[in-house]
């Protein structure tokens, strides 16, 4: 079956402006993770989405980051007044809901690039 | 809060040879541990994961891991390695159980070559 995709694979912009970036889960997983990834860094967790609702956003670095899940499935994550900083490429992963003391393997996208001039 | 180590950056070797990566973590409490490998322009694959049991776990790709909990280290291997093998390799934990819902925290990543 498809695995999670990611849209655009490459996104360029000029500092100050707004993006968006898409993920589209698994079908049928309710666990949704964005993390971020900066050049010869491991990833970090930005936020956890179990449905609709943002579980946990503590990874977030400030408030210009903001995602949602309206239907439960596709998410956006968006970032608003964009940095030079903010320049990473931007990972979603999907699994099953997972509950306390168990486990879940999360299925990670390709990711998308943003660069930030 | 959780942190994990990869302590090299980059791992040369050659066709055939053996390999090992090495990845310490630190946790105050139970922890899962995963080897993820991401291959050029391809997003993050599980290569084997510890949770419980057995100290040595066997993956996919022929590598397998030995969780050692008093050395607080989860060390990648392979016997012999291939050309295909030539990507970077992520170590990562997650809590075992309470409220953390799976949020994984990842070293710094370990790019292995393998020259023929």
């Known amino acids: 079956g498809a695995g999670v995709s990611q849209t655009p694979s490459n996104k360029v912009t000029e500092k100050g402006k707004y993006v968006e970036l898409r993920c589209d889960p698994i079908?049928?997983?309710?666990?949704l993770y964005w993390y971020r990834q900066s050049l010869g860094q491991g990833p970090e967790f930005l936020i956890y989405f179990q449905g609709t609702g943002a579980a946990d956003d503590s990874g977030l670095p400030n408030d210009r980051f903001f995602a949602v899940r309206p239907e439960g499935s596709v998410s956006t994550l968006k970032i608003q007044r964009t940095e030079r900083g903010d320049s990473a490429v931007y990972l979603c992963a999907s699994s099953s809901a997972p509950a306390p003391s168990s486990y879940n393997e999360q299925f990670f996208g390709p990711g998308t690039r943003l660069t930030v001039l | 809060a959780q942190s994990v180590t990869q302590l090299d950056s980059q791992v040369p070797v050659f066709e055939e040879a053996p390999v090992e990566l090495r990845c310490n973590y630190s946790?105050?409490?139970?922890?899962?541990l995963f080897w993820y490998v991401q291959y050029p322009n391809q997003g993050l694959q599980l290569l084997l994961k510890y949770l419980s049991g057995s100290t040595l776990v066997k993956g996919i790709n022929g590598f397998e891991a030995e969780f050692n909990k008093s050395q607080t280290s989860f060390h990648l291997r392979k016997p012999s390695v291939h050309i295909s093998d030539t990507a970077e390799y992520f170590c990562a934990v997650s809590n075992a159980g309470g409220t953390s819902y799976g949020k994984l925290t990842f070293g710094q990543g370990t790019i292995l070559t393998v020259h023929p």
């Open positions: 079908s049928g997983h309710t666990a």
């Open positions: 946790s105050s409490v139970s922890v899962y």
